[in-house]
């Protein structure tokens, strides 16, 4: 059975840094790339970072140059880097597997983060 274990989610100051943590375990065929979502309280779910096995990445225009998102691919686990915390970052973010065709993706149960004074 496959789980998604996310961590280092919490409460930050504006500017602040965090680092979101997401562990896969099970056995997890066709990965093409593992990243992170995250969604406010009222808006749709959205892109935060994502990366494909072949190191490429994509990241969310109001994100870029503050987040990093990394992947650990032998270990199945990616961690998103925050810095500058503003608070329209404060959601609850979800690490995401999207697997090749029709294949079922895999979602962690979401982690908070809130960015506050």
């Known amino acids: 059975q496959v789980q998604l274990e996310e961590s280092g989610g919490g409460l930050v100051q504006p500017g602040g840094s965090l680092r979101l943590s997401c562990a896969a375990s099970?056995?997890?065929?066709?990965?093409?790339?593992m990243g992170w979502y995250r969604q406010a309280p009222g808006k749709q779910r959205e892109l935060v970072a994502t990366m494909s096995t072949d190191g490429s990445t994509t990241c969310a225009d109001s994100v870029k140059g503050r987040f990093t998102i990394s992947a650990d691919n032998a270990k199945n686990t990616v961690y998103l880097q925050m810095n500058s915390l503003k608070p329209e970052d404060t959601a609850v973010y979800y690490c995401?597997?999207?697997?090749?065709?029709?294949?079922?993706?895999?979602w962690g149960q979401g982690i908070q983060v809130t960015v506050s004074s």
């Open positions: 099970g056995t997890i065929s066709s990965i093409y790339a």
């Open positions: 995401h597997i999207g697997r090749r065709g029709l294949l079922r993706d895999y």
